[in-house]
């Protein structure tokens, strides 16, 4: 069964360090409508409010080298075991009490590049997607992932 398999956040008054993401992981989380994790210095009302990857592509990407400790690749949830067609934009994911809406594909920034010391054309299509908050609510390590049908 696909899940939660690890999240991790950007604390509000944490410092942005040079050589990494500045990340927490947490067991639980609480996701607020149209903005994000609580808590969260990424949470906003864009379209960037979370960035979601699936637990097997952080492996690929570790297996060739890249830093994939929660949070090393910009990551914010981490989901096991989902079919990566259910990661098309606008579907709909109930995460927890939460469900979330799939964005656009997340792409490497200069940032990213530094950090991983690889230019980003390389983890192209790998890095996951952009998702919003539709519905807010506790999301927790291990919760269901499941795909749930978008409202017309």
């Given at each position: 069964?696909?899940?939660?398999?690890?999240?991790?956040?950007?604390?509000?008054?944490?410092?942005?360090?040079?050589?990494?993401?500045?990340?927490?992981?947490?067991?639980?989380?609480?996701?607020?409508?149209?903005k994000g994790?609580?808590?969260?210095?990424?949470?906003?009302?864009g379209?960037?409010?979370?960035?979601?990857?699936?637990?097997?592509?952080?492996?690929?990407?570790?297996?060739?080298?890249?830093?994939?400790?929660?949070?090393?690749?910009?990551?914010?949830?981490?989901?096991?075991?989902l079919?990566?067609?259910?990661?098309?934009?606008?579907?709909?994911?109930?995460?927890?009490?939460?469900?979330?809406?799939?964005?656009?594909?997340?792409?490497?920034?200069?940032?990213?590049?530094m950090?991983?010391?690889?230019?980003?054309?390389?983890?192209?299509?790998?890095?996951?997607?952009?998702?919003?908050?539709?519905?807010?609510?506790?999301v927790?390590?291990?919760?269901?992932?499941?795909?749930?049908?978008?409202?017309?």
């Amino acid at each position: 069964m696909a899940h939660v398999a690890s999240i991790v956040y950007r604390p509000l008054k944490s410092g942005r360090p040079q050589d990494r993401y500045e990340r927490v992981p947490a067991e639980r989380v609480r996701l607020a409508p149209f903005k994000g994790i609580v808590g969260d210095q990424k949470g906003g009302s864009g379209k960037r409010q979370l960035n979601i990857m699936r637990a097997e592509t952080v492996a690929e990407l570790g297996a060739e080298g890249y830093h994939v400790a929660p949070g090393e690749l910009g990551e914010q949830i981490v989901l096991a075991g989902l079919d990566p067609a259910a990661l098309a934009e606008g579907a709909r994911l109930k995460l927890g009490e939460a469900v979330i809406e799939v964005g656009i594909p997340r792409t490497g920034c200069a940032r990213f590049e530094m950090i991983q010391g690889r230019p980003r054309k390389e983890s192209k299509g790998r890095l996951g997607v952009l998702a919003t908050v539709v519905t807010g609510g506790e999301v927790a390590v291990g919760d269901a992932a499941e795909v749930v049908p978008a409202v017309g």
